[in-house]
């Protein structure tokens, strides 16, 4: 399946890609509303990493064995379809942050605006791709197939 | 083929998973005490304190049963195991033939020989009748001893403490969650929980429960003397493997049933898994029984696979868990309370005042252990980090920082880890 894929040596550290992560999964898909007037307000799905000069963006890498569909206690962690993406269930979660503890990439966020839910990337779900790789400034972002 | 599955939770549930990736036709038996269609054991606190509904209770959708081609006998108890003409008796005398057979009968809650034991209000906490039941009777309920502050205890406390419930938790330990903590995340807990006014006793236990006349629970005498009234004593000790079934078959027990890398017993065709099974604990290097949900999926998964003929190796297990008390987030993994004179190290960082706590435990400059408390964000790459056996010395002494990621790890590793997909 396609995946998200990062390049350190181009990265640039400018965020972008956060920011557009939380438009894409704002209801209005403004991105002013969607930082100044909506509520709640999404986590951004993907996390820039820095360290001095380093940087690189990462969200969840859709295992092939994911530990968050194994470790999770309700059920609200999925697989969609055989090859497909793993996606979450909100109204299914409840905050226990199983996941959290499982996940290798650290890439599952604890989401407690209104009620606990992890929240995690979706990859776009019905994009042609996600918005991170789609907003990249520097093309540090690449969505493709690697197997 | 025929599978036969005895039990409907997590451990059943992935060995279904199992079995239907690589065999679409084989018929799938699933035996289950309870009358329930697979549900979330950890939810029956969140369903005692109000936060979750019946329809919210499910581990699966309730489709799931069609969607896997899987026949149930729910409410149906398996009571006999014949190896030799590969049945199983069930408690209403009925008997079911298998080709492959698991076993995933979980826990029994262990109730420790207590005078007065036998009192109308004392009950244990591990099924959703009994969160049922206690949820029908909490509102008469004034005050409530739980005896045993460890997971499950704690839990039947969080449930209760939403409804109000003048709380007092027995431990015999020096803290709560003595097991999968230490003294100093405990005490971060213990106070918030004092604040929130629940009374805790430690270093004791129950010695007497005392009945009234018409046999009902009235009040408890501790070992260390004290007397304490009560209208309900809950007994959460902790689970023994539910080994009943296999007892007067030839399938090796020890504390649990003894399982392979494969789930295998030592019974052909006969598999087990979940809190019932004693499997690969990757950090202590020898078989335990680890009762918490992700090990019980992944070894129903295994053993599914396996009983398809799809050997896929059982990568182990290890203690973790993740738990909220007083709103305060704690996740542990691995080795927590490391012995003063084996060559361990640790490393910790100590925040009172933002209520931060974490705790590293390392042996041979690997992560063989950590402790979370408050900023629990990322935990699951110090899981990664345990499981995989990383080399942790270049990187060493960043792990306790708040902002610890990928980008810590050494060029080779990061560029690794974020370039290819975890299995």
């Avoid at chain 2, 009968?105 to 007065?116: C, L, N, Y």
């Avoid at chain 2, 009950?123 to 005896?147: C, N, Q």
């Avoid at chain 2, 960082?349 to 408050?374: A, E, H, S, T």
Wanted: charged share 25%; hydrophobic share 40%; with cysteine.
């Amino acid at each position: 399946m396609k995946r998200v894929y990062a390049k350190e040596e181009i990265c640039a550290g400018c965020r972008l890609c956060e920011v557009w992560c939380v438009v894409a999964h704002s209801k209005s898909g403004d991105i002013v509303k969607a930082f100044n007037s909506e509520f709640p307000r999404p986590l951004p799905r993907v996390m820039v990493e820095e360290a001095g000069p380093f940087s690189f963006a990462l969200q969840c890498r859709h295992c092939m064995e994911p530990p968050c569909i194994e470790a999770c206690m309700t059920g609200a962690m999925f697989r969609d379809g055989a090859e497909g993406p793993v996606l979450h269930d909100p109204e299914q979660c409840v905050g226990c942050w199983m996941c959290v503890m499982v996940c290798p990439y650290g890439a599952i966020a604890r989401d407690v605006t209104i009620k606990k839910i992890a929240s995690k990337c979706d990859l776009c779900q019905g994009e042609e791709e996600p918005s991170c790789v789609a907003h990249c400034p520097n093309e540090a972002l690449v969505f493709e197939d690697r197997g | 083929m025929k599978y036969v599955i005895i039990g409907n939770s997590a451990a059943a549930v992935g060995c279904v998973e199992g079995i239907r990736k690589y065999d679409s036709d084989g018929e799938i038996l699933l035996v289950s005490k309870e009358p329930y269609a697979t549900y979330s054991r950890p939810l029956i606190s969140y369903y005692l304190a109000g936060q979750v509904d019946a329809r919210h209770m499910g581990y699966r959708p309730a489709s799931f049963y069609k969607t896997h081609r899987v026949t149930t006998l729910l409410g149906s108890e398996a009571v006999g195991l014949d190896t030799k003409d590969k049945s199983v008796r069930l408690s209403d005398g009925r008997t079911v033939a298998y080709d492959k057979l698991l076993i995933a009968t979980g826990g029994v809650p262990f109730v420790p020989p207590i005078e007065g034991s036998d009192a109308e209000g004392v009950m244990t906490f591990t099924t959703w009748d009994d969160a049922k039941r206690l949820k029908r009777l909490v509102p008469r309920l004034k005050k409530v001893v739980i005896l045993g502050g460890g997971l499950i205890g704690i839990k039947a406390m969080e449930g209760l403490q939403a409804h109000g419930t003048d709380i007092t938790v027995v431990e015999l330990m020096d803290r709560i969650l003595g097991l999968v903590l230490d003294k100093t995340a405990t005490s971060f807990l213990e106070r918030k929980l004092k604040e929130e006014g629940v009374h805790l006793v430690k270093e004791t236990t129950i010695k007497k429960i005392h009945k009234d006349n018409a046999g009902r629970a009235v009040g408890v005498t501790l070992e260390n003397g004290r007397e304490l009234a009560t209208d309900q004593v809950i007994i959460a000790i902790g689970v023994r493997p539910n080994i009943g079934l296999v007892k007067d078959s030839p399938v090796e027990t020890n504390r649990g049933i003894v399982v392979d890398y494969f789930m295998r017993t030592s019974e052909a065709d006969v598999y087990a898994a979940g809190d019932v099974a004693e499997a690969d604990d990757i950090l202590h290097h020898e078989p335990r029984v680890i009762p918490i949900l992700p090990n019980a999926y992944k070894q129903g998964k295994v053993a599914g696979s396996s009983m398809t003929g799809n050997e896929i190796e059982y990568p182990g297990g290890m203690v973790m868990n993740s738990v909220e008390v007083g709103g305060i987030p704690a996740i542990s993994a691995g080795i927590m309370n490391p012995p003063d004179d084996e060559g361990y190290e640790v490393k910790r960082l100590i925040d009172r005042k933002n209520g931060v706590y974490r705790k590293m435990v390392i042996r041979d400059n690997r992560l063989v252990g950590f402790i979370l408390i408050g900023a629990i964000d990322r935990a699951g790459i110090y899981t990664g980090l345990i499981r995989e056996g990383v080399n942790i010395s270049p990187f060493k002494n960043h792990l306790t920082d708040l902002d610890f990621g990928v980008i810590c790890f050494p060029k080779d590793l990061r560029t690794y880890k974020i370039s290819n997909v975890y299995m």
